[in-house]
C-alpha cells in the first residue's frame, strides 16, 4: 500500500520498484508516503519538513525510474516497465502536491464529502504539471459487512483503534469536521473517538445492500480505485472478496 520513505534511499527504492514491476507484467502501483511521527521517532528518525522531505523523495524517485542520475557500480538505466507512482495524502497541501508529481493519491479515512472536496485541491497541483495525464484517485475504506450493525462497529473499533493515537489522523479527522471524535483521541480515548457517526462516514459497513450504496457514492464523488480494507482475520476478508468479487477496476 504505502512505503514509508524515510525508511530507505530512493535509489534503492525506484530499483526495487522496478524489479517488482518488471516481475510483475506491469501490476505493480508504487505508493510512497512520510508514514507518522510516532512510528519514525521509534525509529530514531526526525521529519521536520514531511511535506517537502515528500516533494524530493518522489521526485528523485521518478528520476532514477527514468534512468537519470549518476552511474554506481553500473550505468543508470530506464525501468523496462512504467512505474506507476502514488503518494499517500491526508490533507489538502499534500493532496496538492500529490496532483503535481504523482499518478495518483492514496488517502485514507476520508468521507465521501472530502472526497469531493479534495477535488480542487488535487486540481491546482494538476494545474503545474498538466503533462502527467489524469490524476487518479485511491481511498482506503473499512468494510465491514453485515446485518449486527452493533457487532459490526465494535469489529470496526477493535480495527482502527490504533490509527487514533496518531496526530495526523487527529488532526485530519478535525479539520473534516470530528471536533469531538478527535479531542477524544487526543485525550487516550481512541475507542470513544471512533464513534458511530465517524465510523458511518468513513467505512462502508452495514448490509451488502448498504455498502454497496455507500460505494457508488463514493465513486460519484471522484474515488477511481476504491481500496476494501477487510477486517482483521480470514473470514471477514472473504466475506468482503464475496461480496465484491465482481467489481470491476
Not at 514509508?4 to 508504487?30: D, K, P, V
Not at 465517524?198 to 464523488?221: F, K, N, T, V
Not at 477511481?224 to 472473504?238: C, F
Given at each position: 500500500?504505502i512505503?514509508?520513505i524515510?525508511?530507505?534511499?530512493?535509489?534503492?527504492?525506484?530499483?526495487?520498484?522496478?524489479?517488482?514491476?518488471?516481475?510483475t507484467?506491469?501490476?505493480?502501483?508504487?505508493?510512497?508516503?512520510?508514514?507518522?511521527?510516532?512510528?519514525n521517532?521509534?525509529?530514531?528518525?526526525?521529519?521536520?519538513?514531511?511535506?517537502g522531505t515528500?516533494r524530493?523523495?518522489?521526485?528523485?524517485v521518478?528520476?532514477?525510474?527514468?534512468?537519470?542520475?549518476?552511474?554506481?557500480?553500473?550505468?543508470?538505466?530506464?525501468a523496462r516497465?512504467?512505474?506507476?507512482?502514488?503518494?499517500?495524502?491526508?490533507?489538502?497541501?499534500?493532496?496538492?502536491?500529490?496532483?503535481?508529481?504523482?499518478?495518483?493519491?492514496?488517502?485514507l479515512?476520508?468521507s465521501?464529502?472530502?472526497?469531493?472536496?479534495?477535488?480542487?485541491?488535487?486540481?491546482?497541483?494538476?494545474?503545474?504539471?498538466?503533462?502527467l495525464?489524469?490524476?487518479?484517485?485511491?481511498?482506503?475504506?473499512?468494510?465491514?459487512?453485515?446485518?449486527?450493525?452493533?457487532?459490526?462497529?465494535?469489529?470496526?473499533?477493535?480495527?482502527?483503534?490504533?490509527?487514533?493515537g496518531?496526530?495526523?489522523?487527529?488532526?485530519?479527522?478535525?479539520a473534516?469536521?470530528?471536533?469531538?471524535?478527535?479531542?477524544?483521541?487526543?485525550?487516550?480515548?481512541?475507542?470513544?473517538?471512533?464513534?458511530?457517526?465517524?465510523?458511518?462516514?468513513?467505512?462502508l459497513?452495514?448490509?451488502p445492500?448498504?455498502?454497496?450504496?455507500?460505494?457508488?457514492?463514493?465513486?460519484?464523488?471522484?474515488?477511481?480505485?476504491?481500496?476494501?480494507?477487510?477486517?482483521?482475520?480470514?473470514?471477514?476478508?472473504?466475506?468482503?472478496?464475496?461480496?465484491?468479487?465482481g467489481?470491476?477496476?
Amino acid at each position: 500500500w504505502i512505503a514509508n520513505i524515510y525508511l530507505r534511499h530512493s535509489y534503492t527504492c525506484a530499483q526495487g520498484a522496478a524489479l517488482i514491476a518488471e516481475a510483475t507484467g506491469g501490476r505493480f502501483i508504487l505508493g510512497l508516503g512520510v508514514s507518522h511521527q510516532p512510528v519514525n521517532g521509534a525509529l530514531g528518525i526526525e521529519m521536520p519538513d514531511p511535506l517537502g522531505t515528500a516533494r524530493r523523495y518522489a521526485t528523485e524517485v521518478r528520476g532514477w525510474l527514468r534512468g537519470e542520475g549518476p552511474a554506481t557500480h553500473l550505468p543508470q538505466r530506464p525501468a523496462r516497465v512504467p512505474v506507476p507512482l502514488y503518494m499517500a495524502a491526508l490533507t489538502s497541501p499534500m493532496v496538492e502536491l500529490a496532483g503535481e508529481l504523482a499518478d495518483g493519491i492514496m488517502p485514507l479515512f476520508w468521507s465521501v464529502e472530502r472526497v469531493a472536496q479534495s477535488q480542487a485541491w488535487a486540481a491546482r497541483g494538476r494545474a503545474r504539471a498538466p503533462e502527467l495525464g489524469p490524476l487518479t484517485m485511491t481511498l482506503g475504506l473499512p468494510t465491514y459487512v453485515g446485518t449486527d450493525l452493533e457487532a459490526l462497529q465494535e469489529v470496526a473499533r477493535q480495527n482502527l483503534v490504533l490509527y487514533t493515537g496518531l496526530p495526523f489522523f487527529q488532526r485530519m479527522l478535525r479539520a473534516a469536521g470530528f471536533d469531538d471524535e478527535a479531542t477524544l483521541m487526543e485525550q487516550g480515548d481512541g475507542m470513544a473517538g471512533l464513534s458511530d457517526r465517524l465510523l458511518d462516514a468513513i467505512c462502508l459497513l452495514g448490509s451488502p445492500e448498504r455498502c454497496q450504496e455507500r460505494l457508488a457514492a463514493y465513486r460519484a464523488a471522484g474515488v477511481d480505485l476504491p481500496i476494501l480494507y477487510p477486517p482483521v482475520g480470514v473470514d471477514g476478508a472473504r466475506e468482503v472478496i464475496r461480496m465484491f468479487g465482481g467489481e470491476g477496476p
